[in-house]
């Protein structure tokens, strides 16, 4: 067993602090404050290669492995859950199904763009009354000529509806099975597209600094040439997107626990009451021995999981187990964190506060952590 990382993945590592600290720390609570989402610092955060992670060099990609991928997620969520929200959702959900199912014309047409970060692209699954049970998606698109035409709407959709949106792939109902369940195709958007509206969510608790949409599309007319795949694939093509994706969503957890757990060790240091610094008091220095320990735990099962991935190995269960846990040890980290700061943890002012809240998206996007146990015992045979 080697537990070192390589020397592309250590780069990785600093390099990804290094720009975290420098240009996301100093503003990431101003804009959660103001709900704004930064099209600035996305440009930097492509400037610097962290959309396309993994995707081929000749599709403007950095060629990385997976792991690679990860730790630079975890690094971007030990500082601001946002814009490691947009990295995320930008690589796996909106890059990965073009990247893996596209063709060779979809994939030369939006891949350099989306990979620079000049672009972003949606992955239009969730709606408003199929969340959870995917398979019950109302969106349809029916042939007409060369053409398909799609009515319905999406909700909750990330990178979808800002200056930077390019398109979105959607899941949309096209026949019946033979066993009478729908049949599904994916079909690539683009914005502008007579009938098809984005509209911004706002008011959100977490992730305000991200962009979240809701997509209404009124019999839009796509060309048979934007069809994902093959007729009929959608449904596998969406969870397979989802297994992928969901590292990316533990790694978010792990390096927000991470983030927290920094936070509270260095307040504690600092916090006299009693006469001594707080870490001093069992209590206070149980809690963070807890946060240590779950961190590593956390860690080993995420990038246990990333080395089956780069290995071509299946690794669906794992990415559940990784995606369940290490979102619900940030639950358990942000908690510590926030009760170590005493009432100062539940002022803006200090960082916690905002990690608390970031922590409660990684328990529902991308599959609840009630679907990751459903999908844990399926693999363990119950
Ligand atoms: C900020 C944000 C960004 C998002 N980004 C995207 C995106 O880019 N693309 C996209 O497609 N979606 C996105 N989503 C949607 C997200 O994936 C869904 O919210 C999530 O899958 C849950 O669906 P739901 O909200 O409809 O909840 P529901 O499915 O209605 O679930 C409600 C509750 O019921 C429980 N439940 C449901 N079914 C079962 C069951 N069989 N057994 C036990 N418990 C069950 C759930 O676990 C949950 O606790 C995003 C959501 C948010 C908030």
Redesign the pocket.
């Known amino acids: 067993m080697d537990f070192d990382l390589s020397k592309e993945q250590e780069m990785v590592r600093k390099e990804v602090r290094r720009f975290a600290a420098s240009e996301i720390a100093p503003v990431a609570a101003d804009l959660d404050e103001k709900e704004t989402f930064s099209i600035e610092l996305t440009r930097k955060m492509g400037d610097i290669g962290l959309f396309g992670m993994v995707v081929d060099e000749e599709y403007d990609g950095q060629g990385m492995d997976y792991l690679s991928y990860i730790i630079a997620v975890e690094e971007i969520a030990r500082i601001d859950g946002s814009q490691a ?1 947009t990295i995320a ?1 930008g690589n796996s ?1 909106g890059i990965g199904p073009i990247y893996y199912y596209g063709n060779e014309a979809q994939k030369k047409k939006y891949l350099p763009k989306l990979c620079r970060g000049e672009a972003l692209w ?5 709606e408003p009354t ?4 995917a398979g019950g998606s109302k969106t349809t698109a029916t042939p007409d000529g060369s053409e398909w035409v799609l009515s319905g709407s ?7 509806a800002c200056e930077l949106s390019l398109g979105v792939t959607v899941q949309a109902v096209t026949g019946t099975r033979p066993n009478g369940k729908p049949e599904y195709t994916c079909f690539l958007v683009e914005h502008g597209t007579p009938g098809f509206k984005a509209v911004p969510m706002h008011k ?1 608790m ?2 305000r600094a ?1 962009n ?1 949409a809701e997509l209404f599309f009124d019999d839009v007319r796509v060309p048979a040439k934007n069809m994902l795949g093959e007729k009929g694939d959608g449904f596998h093509q969406m969870l397979q997107t989802l297994d992928a994706g969901r590292l990316s969503i533990a790694a978010m957890g792990l390096g927000g626990a991470q983030g927290a757990y920094e936070l509270a060790l260095k307040y504690a240091k600092q916090r006299v009451q009693f006469g001594q610094p707080i870490s001093k008091f069992q209590a206070v220095a149980f809690k963070l021995a807890d946060c240590a320990l779950e961190i590593e735990c956390a860690r080993n099962l995420i990038y246990k999981a990333c080395w089956l991935r780069d290995r071509e190995r299946p690794f669906a269960k794992e990415a559940a187990m990784a995606k369940l846990y290490c979102s619900e040890v940030m639950g358990r980290v942000v908690n510590h964190a926030v009760q170590v700061h005493g009432g100062y943890g539940l002022m803006k002012e200090y960082q916690v506060e905002r990690f608390y809240r970031d922590q409660k ?1 990684l328990d ?8 990751q146990r ?1 999908v844990i015992s399926r693999y363990i045979g119950c």
């Open positions: 929200a959702a959900l949606g992955f239009g699954l969730t199929a969340g959870s049970d999406k909700i909750f959709i990330t990178n979808a959100k977490v992730w991200s979240t998206l529902i996007g991308e599959g609840t952590s009630e679907v459903i």
